[in-house]
T-cell receptor
């Protein structure tokens, strides 16, 4: 079964500390992985996608097919990074565009 | 462009009442989706419409119906609301036919917070 797991409900770090939000997936085909972010009182928005191999707001994520993981990392957390983060999966050859979301991790960056 | 809009923003219902959540997008996207967001559960797909004129069930369709009114609008109806349907509902759209899907992202609305008493 297709599944996305984010083991941490809450991750609390101090400003300037490194951050790693974990995401593991279960999927037999070639998935596409995404990270979405929801800041307080704002709508859900795409942060980054594995296929682009980009760094957005200092965040990076590498798809590790061997470990079936797509962890989100940032070397130095900022207070404005505080938000809810969702990892999501889409079938690589999807003709429906459906996403499967993880449970979400709240990142709290303390001053 | 307003992007994806949803109405209402908040709603309180009594058990057994019905209501329709409205969603519209002005990005000329082909595909639209309804999700519910619950603490500890993430976002779960209720129904989706891959293209105008088609609708399909998602992960949690029971108790809901949808209508793809036209390319812009996709409504979600609760015929007989239950407390278990207390949630935040998000609508999203995607340009499924626009170029390589891999680079296409879902755009989300601001959400509707529904409480069923």
């Amino acid at each position: 079964a297709q599944r996305v797991t984010q083991p941490e409900k809450l991750l609390s770090v101090f400003k300037g500390a490194p951050v790693e939000l974990k995401c593991n997936y279960s999927y037999s085909g070639s998935p596409e992985l995404f990270w979405y972010v929801q800041y307080s009182r704002q709508r859900l928005q795409l942060l980054l996608r594995h296929i682009s191999r980009e760094s957005i707001k200092g965040f990076t994520a590498d798809l590790n097919k061997g470990e079936t993981s797509f962890h989100l990392k940032k070397p130095f957390a900022q207070e404005e990074d505080s938000a809810m983060y969702y990892c999501a999966l889409r079938h690589g050859s999807s003709n429906t565009g459906k996403l499967i979301f993880g449970q979400g991790t709240t990142l709290q960056v303390k001053p | 462009n307003a992007g994806v809009t949803q109405t209402p923003k908040f709603q309180v219902l009594k058990t057994g009442q019905s209501m329709t959540l409205q969603c519209a997008q002005d990005m000329n996207h082909n595909s639209m989706y309804w999700y519910r967001q619950d603490p500890g559960m993430g976002l779960r797909l209720i129904y989706y419409s891959a293209s105008e004129g088609t609708t399909d069930k998602g992960e949690v369709p029971n108790g809901y119906n949808v209508s793809r009114l036209n390319k812009r609008e996709f409504s979600l109806r609760l015929e007989s609301a239950a407390p278990s349907q207390t949630s935040v509902y998000f609508c999203a759209s995607l340009d499924l036919a626009g170029g390589t899907i891999s680079y296409n992202e879902q755009f989300f609305g601001p959400g509707t917070r529904l409480t069923v008493l």
